[in-house]
């Protein structure tokens, strides 16, 4: 036995697991990248098209996935498209979720490093993590979406708050105007919000986990929902409170305007200090769920038991992670994962599915 093949996860579980598999460290940044970009204030349009054109790629994933129930993209590439093609694909997820994976850890012992744990060697950071996350990740899916279920309303409760105090030095006319170089800027920043959905291939296993796959396009999207409107949220309220010019200069722009305000009467007067030890807690759940997709993939491709797989991963992943030597080096694995992530898209969901429909009535679903 490989995997355990009961690993199942229910409806709520499986909103929760997509949410975190998408929602981490791009909120630090997602402002700065989108503004780049842009170079108006209407940055926010194109995180609200790009978040649209992600949801309908997830319905997709999604309703491909559902003809194959209790299999994962691992197995049924290879019944679609022929066992050589299939397996092709099935490791060019491996190695997009193995580079998520060593991107996501960096960028959390970056910002544990840069505000919390000055003088630290990067090493020391990221290899309590690393170990944290295989016996998490041994316990199987399951196992994982029970923690995040803690972890989850958390997080979203100190991001929310920190949203909400932010608010004070909101000026609505560091959004205008309103269009004022038309569209193209828009569309120009369409690259950047869709970037900053990766992660959300996990749908092409997630669905053969789930304890009822026919409620899998209700969760799943639900599940996208909510990183959307809180990214959406998120370059509102950074770029209105801080002006696009601040929002180009700053590196963690929702740090920093965490950090430009007092909340006087709170347990915190400043907010980044609860803010960043709650938010790296999400950005470990980002970093197990992509060491977990990469080693289940690994297990299924190579027929080698999980375990096996999950602890010969940890110097990979640990290797992939020191690659950057500099923060501008992780912005760009960054950028590279993300143009991975749309080439994957591209390359692997939509053949799948269109060999799927037109050999549709040669195919038996899996049971």
Known sequence: MFIRTNDKITSSQAVIFMTDSVLGAGILTLPRDITEKVHTPDGWLSVLLGGTVVMLAVLLMVKLSQQFPGSTIFEFSQKIAGKVPGSV????????????????????AEVNILFLLEGTPIWAVIIPFIWTAAYLASGGINCIARLFQIIFPVSILILLLSLLF???????????P?????????????????LIFTGSEVVLYLVGHLQHPEKAVKALLAGMSIPFVLYFCTTVIVIGSMSVDAVLRSTWPTLDLLRSFEVTGLFFERLEFPFL???????FCNFTIYFFSTTLGVSKILRIKFPTALFALMPVVFIVALISKTVNDVFTLGSAVGN????????????????????????KPHA
């Open 277 to 283: 030890v709650i938010w790296m807690m999400q950005m």
């Open 178 to 194: 309103f269009l004022g170089e038309g569209l193209p800027p828009v569309f120009k920043g369409l690259k950047s919000s869709l």
């Open 340 to 363: 991975i992530g749309v080439s994957i898209f591209i390359l692997v969901t939509v053949p799948l599915t269109v060999v799927y429909l037109i050999r549709k009535k040669g195919l």
């Open 89 to 108: 694909m099935s490791l060019l997820l491996i190695v997009y979720f193995l580079l998520l994976a060593g991107f996501e850890i960096r960028a959390l």
């Open 166 to 176: 932010s608010m004070r030095t909101f000026d609505i006319d560091h959004l205008r």
